[in-house]
């Protein structure tokens, strides 16, 4: 009976020492700008517009990633066959990969001196615009999406899809009206990740679509920008930013309880 | 209502985010050097009082990734660099008019509180342990290796040896100098105009450097309001505003 | 004919093939696991597919490879209840009854289903479990939902995969009442996979013993016990003795 409260306690330091680290560099952050300089921070030209940009993108992103996503992590969640591995893999590629890399994947792809541009011609100039940022942002951010509601979609029973059809649910309604709401817990909390991710793009965003204040500058792009003039406005910059995902990450949490509290 | 009010606020975001305040004019977009950010900020001010229907968008990085922007297909009416070497490559490829100098900084060696108890001449910088340069890509970095060996091989392998970070941009370079994470730094004279707690220290005649930078056309360029912006920069009141900033004159 | 099941289809590493006809409302389907009892069920409601043969219940083709016919799940009109608890974990019990009535052909609005809800759990003693989700009820309350919201949609027949082998020995018996007394009164036709012989003697039905893939003997519990045809047989009708 020794060994379980000292096993237990060990387990607390570790836990306890992994939140301290994650934790830290906000609290740091927030002990080295004074109030004075986060008015004066937020109230920065580079301020309103990057917010605005970035909410607007990583929203547009979030959408077309649950539109495109969903399907595809219930595809993941139910097939059987070597080809779901493959494209599993293939769909998880963009984690290991440095945004960077992905940024310049995306030139290769859309840029003027793109692989597929002898092809296809001159995508209507995708790169150093809004939907550029966006592109990246989803490119990016999807994969933690798929993966999160493949996951959430195992965990709905084959026979209460059986029993969803029996009862006069076509494959797509009982998608609708049984496999989404039984995971949507699971589902949100997939999207508030891949919407966290979408939000704090940098690398691929840089490189695919530039850093224009007022269309294509989002606020970590600010944050890199007000770096090289002044440490200070970066710092409350991403004190704004780290607040905003804090908050949208809770909100994702509490939402579905309250979407079921309804019913 | 809560949810309702919650799309409005999203709809605002957009509208907010289409609507262009300059009565739809094409802004006139212009790339610059990390190191002319205030300069070209204080510029933009001076343009668009001149000609209030217009608006300059600014995108500041470092020139190699300017360059690289312009090459994959970036929009882009101006584009002025730390050196002249990148707008060349850009001209030789048919995206940009022959670069056209437009001013000279110098290079300064920094030092922070830290640093500067160790230090009295450029020599002492053998005495510091954690130095930043910029990378061999940008041109604070290709400047700063050509000072260091105009002073003299010994100090040139001694300070790269100390070298903790190179840096993307001669303003991420001071940003580390700033925050203490470096005692010292290679950057622009012009760095040192708005920067917090850091001095410069005395290079000597023989291996000061005068970097020239230079301003090119885009192929891409709206030709009218982009040549305003050029006549501006080379007016009186540009050279003004650069000398503010910490910029001389092209002899 | 109530019943014509005519199934071949290759299950893992043994094939299933059932020719049978039956006019009995109440069929029990018995043998050792994994002899194809589960299967039967799931291809009669249209969750799996056989490679070939015909299937009718009360009246109406639901697959038949020579006419190139397999009519889709949703439109047999089955009420299927799987092995295991599969309340929807989403909807509280009065919204589980009612989901099959808000689709085709019932189509009712929210409103009136739910009215039809509440009579269904009436039906089953559980009119007052309406507002209470499906994690707080017991496993015998759970079935008894399960079994109103089946018969809700007024199905042509009742497709009962083990509904009773989870439960503790109380709730059991009560749901085995409620069940063949809901039976009795209405001559629902169904078709129940079981492993207790009580099931069968509850309900009135008649046995089909499946092995590997086959019926190797069909026929009323009597008969059963006059002529078991394995030791499987012998085993199920020897456990219910002296329990009841």
Known sequence: MRRKPSGHSIGTLLAFTLVVLLVLPLVALLLSAGTASLSAGLSDPLFGPALALSLRTTALALVAIVVLGTPLAWWLSRSSTRGRMLVEALVELPIVMPPAVLGVALLQAFGRDGVFSPVVGDLGGIPFTETAVVIAQVVVAAPFYVQGAANAFREVDSSMMGVARSLGSSPARAFLRVAVPAALPGLCVAASLAWARALGEFGATLLFAGNLSGETQTLPLAIYTALQADVKLAVVFSLALAGLGGFLLLLLRVLPRKVRGIQ | ?251 | MIWTVELRAKLGDFGLDVSLESEAPTLALVGPNGSGKSSIVRMIAGALSPVAGELQVAGEVLFSSRAGLNVAMERRRLGYMPQGFSLFPHLNVLDNVAYGLREKPSGLSRREAREFAKQALRRVDSEGLAERAPETLSGGEQQRVALARALAVSPRALLLDEPLSALDMTARHSVRQTLARHLASTGLPTMMVTHDVRDVAALGAECWVLENGRVVQKGSLGELRARPSNAFVEDFLAAGEGMD
């Open chain 2, 1 to 251: 209502m809560r949810v309702r009010s919650a799309g409005a606020l999203l709809g605002l975001l957009f509208v907010g985010a289409c609507g262009n305040p300059r009565g739809g004019a094409q802004p006139v977009v212009v790339f610059a050097a990390a190191s002319l950010m205030e300069a070209f900020s204080g510029l933009e001010q001076a343009y668009e009082e001149r000609f209030s229907d217009r608006d300059v968008r600014l995108s500041f990085a470092g020139s190699h990734v300017l360059r690289m922007q312009v090459e994959q297909g970036a929009r882009v009416d101006l584009l002025a660099t730390a050196d002249l070497r990148h707008l060349d490559s850009l001209q030789a490829r048919g995206l940009a008019s022959p670069p056209v100098p437009f001013a000279v900084n110098r290079l300064a060696v920094v030092v922070n509180e830290e640093g500067l108890e160790h230090i009295q001449n450029l020599e002492d910088l053998l005495n510091l342990d954690r130095i930043v340069l910029g990378s061999a890509e940008v041109p604070v970095g290709q400047y700063a290796r050509q000072m260091l060996s105009l002073c003299g091989d010994e100090l040139a392998s001694g300070v790269m040896g100390r070298v903790v970070s190179f840096e993307d941009s001669a303003r991420l370079v001071r940003a580390k100098v700033e925050l203490g994470e470096a005692q010292a730094a290679v950057i622009y004279q012009s760095d040192l105009v708005g920067s917090r707690g850091i001095r410069g220290i005395r290079i000597p005649e023989h291996c000061r450097v005068s970097p020239v930078y230079g301003i090119s056309l885009a192929q891409t360029a709206r030709t009218e309001a982009a040549e305003d912006f050029l006549e501006l920069l080379r007016s009186d009141v540009g050279l003004e505003i650069l000398r503010g900033h910490g910029f001389e004159e092209v002899p």
